[in-house]
């Protein structure tokens, strides 16, 4: 089995883009052992500040986040960074000729009860001779250069792209280095497996509680079978059992505060999750376009999203 470095230097990455994502996947192995120490270490709970989505910081999103963007402003390649925890785009090596955004820590809310959490990584190829500003960010997804996350779980996993495929790999705590586990990742076009917040299912467009009733309507329904159900509450760990097995994901519109037009963000969610499960063979929609087709605006833009088995989104998107 092949080590993260030997299947980077054997691929036709750019060595500048191989030092990003060895200096991002490094740092996730710090952080994956601070997760491991918990309560002992005392970063568990808040840190007493919001971030400038207005959600309350945990410490470990406050440390990941940090211990991410010193790691990669030391690192030549990159030219800047943005981060979920960071107001502002943070310029680095202006010379670099990579910008990353990043998720320190998704799924935050499930850190306290020592659930799945991981870090989700988005890079874009560019160069100039001016430090960076955030327009230089807003790049249509399909422009990634490579996407990924870092999933901490019961064993530490890397799910990777640099758009030729996408491939696992397992963290080996002895060597402290990432080995493929697994290549070609395929998601099936059909399931019978859907993950949504059904709590929220009050606040839905009308066509989106249409869909979702038929789901659990199952066999009796128009669907003609039955479909299960799972809520991971980590975008991460959602997206990464239907790498594994197959199935949909749904953080739809709801009109619980109209002025967002979803709940998760496009550049270092929505983006790096839709070209993982594109190159997967699935599909990754907002209600209206394909998501890694959109303009961004803005570094916290806000997208629904409608991810998984190519004919269940079809199905979705049909309604
Ligand atoms: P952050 O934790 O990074 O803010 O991410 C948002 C998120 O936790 C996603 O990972 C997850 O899919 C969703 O929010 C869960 O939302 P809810 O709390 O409504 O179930």
Same mark, same amino acid.
């Given at each position: 089995m092949q080590t993260l470095a030997q299947v980077l230097k054997a691929s036709n990455a750019p060595a500048a883009l191989q030092d990003v994502l060895t200096t991002t996947t490094n740092t996730c192995i710090d952080i994956c052992e601070a997760l491991h120490k918990g309560s002992l270490a005392g970063i568990l709970g808040v840190a007493g500040n919001e971030n400038v989505q207005g959600e309350e910081q945990k410490k470990l999103d406050v440390i990941s986040n940090d211990m991410l963007k010193s790691d990669l402003m030391n690192c !030549?390649?990159? *030219?800047a960074v943005a981060s979920e925890e960071e107001d502002d785009i943070v310029p680095a090596n202006? &010379? @670099? $000729?990579y910008l990353i955004a990043f998720d320190p820590l998704d799924g935050s809310s499930n850190i306290d009860i020592n659930a799945m959490v991981g870090t989700i990584f988005s890079i874009y190829h560019d160069q100039s001779t001016q430090p960076a500003t955030e327009a230089d960010f807003l790049k249509p997804g399909s422009e990634q250069a490579a996407a990924g996350y870092v999933l901490y779980g019961p064993s530490c996993m890397l799910v990777l792209s640099t758009g030729e495929g996408v491939n696992m790999f397992t963290l080996d705590p002895e060597k402290g280095e990432f080995v493929e586990t697994q290549t070609g990742i395929a998601v099936a076009k059909d399931t019978q497996e859907f993950a949504i917040n059904m709590s929220n299912q009050r606040f839905w467009s009308s066509n989106m509680q249409s869909y979702v009733e038929d789901l659990v309507a199952g066999k009796e329904g128009p669907r003609e079978k039955n479909f299960n159900m799972r809520w991971v509450a980590a975008m991460v760990g959602d997206v990464h059992r239907i790498l594994c097995r197959g199935g949909i994901f749904m953080y739809p519109w709801d009109?619980? &505060? !109209?002025?967002? !037009? @979803?709940?998760? *963000?496009?550049?270092? $969610?929505a983006n790096p999750m839709a070209m993982l499960v594109e190159q997967s063979g699935g599909k990754a929609h907002t209600h209206t376009q394909r998501i890694l087709d959109i303009q961004p605006e803005g570094i916290h833009q806000r997208v629904p999203v409608i991810l998984g088995a190519a004919n269940e989104v079809d199905k979705c998107l049909s309604y």
């Open positions: !030549p390649a990159v *030219r202006t &010379d @670099g $000729e009109s619980k &505060d !109209p002025s967002k !037009p @979803g709940k998760l *963000r496009l550049m270092y $969610e």
